[in-house]
């Protein structure tokens, strides 16, 4: 099967997660701030080449201490999705290749509601000791 773009916003459709596309022709989904991390995560989904790739930020957010050792200690903790400072900006990013023959559900649960999840916890739990 052959990942592409149409695949995977089917999947999110399916999963009621809405998207829109940008003007370079990524998905971006916006996960709202909440009681729990209160400013918005935005996750811009890249595919192609039968790579899946995330790249995460929260435009607003400012942490209180030096986000490289924020992004550092997460990635001791973590191993999904990878904290990255770009910009003095903390950044959660991960990527999949798939170009072997995986399942709808492989995609869905691993490299769709897993990595979404992750990505949010990330932030929430980002400043905790």
Partial sequence: MTVDKNTI???????????????DGDMVIVQSADDDFAHDVVIFVIVSNNRLSYAAGAPD????????FLANRHNCRRNLPTAVVRDGNVRMECSFLLDEEVS????VENCIKMVLGSIWRGYVELEKD
């Fill in 9 to 23: 916003r089917g999947y999110l459709d399916e999963l009621h997660i809405s998207t829109r596309i940008d003007d």
């Fill in 61 to 68: 957010y400012k942490p209180a201490g030096d986000p490289l």
């Fill in 104 to 107: 709808k559900a492989y995609i």
